[in-house]
């Protein structure tokens, strides 16, 4: 039995950055972009070994949401890192 949560409402209301069907290589393509888009941005406030890892560590924390889902037997977008930084 599938349950109902949170990821169904956000996915129904179109604010999920990317379809849960998306083939491996563009699932990938999404996160690592965006991953490098995040680590050019952060690396002007605090230089290239923290951007590197925090990006890493949130990463970490995204992979976490992924297994939580996968348990649950939701689908999800990949994982969509949006820099923001208020120094």
Do not use: C, Q
Not at 37 to 66: K, R
Not at 73 to 86: K, Y
């Amino acid at each position: 039995m599938r349950r109902a949560g949170t990821a169904h409402a956000i996915r129904a209301g179109g604010l999920a950055a990317g379809r849960p069907n998306d083939p491996l290589f563009l699932a990938l393509i999404k996160t690592v972009g965006s991953m490098v888009l995040s680590i050019a941005i952060y690396s002007f406030s605090g230089g290239l070994a923290f951007a590197v890892g925090f990006v890493l560590l949130m990463l970490v924390h995204e992979l976490g949401h992924v297994l939580a889902m996968r348990y649950y037997g939701l689908s999800a977008s990949p994982p969509i890192f949006i820099p923001t930084w208020a120094p």
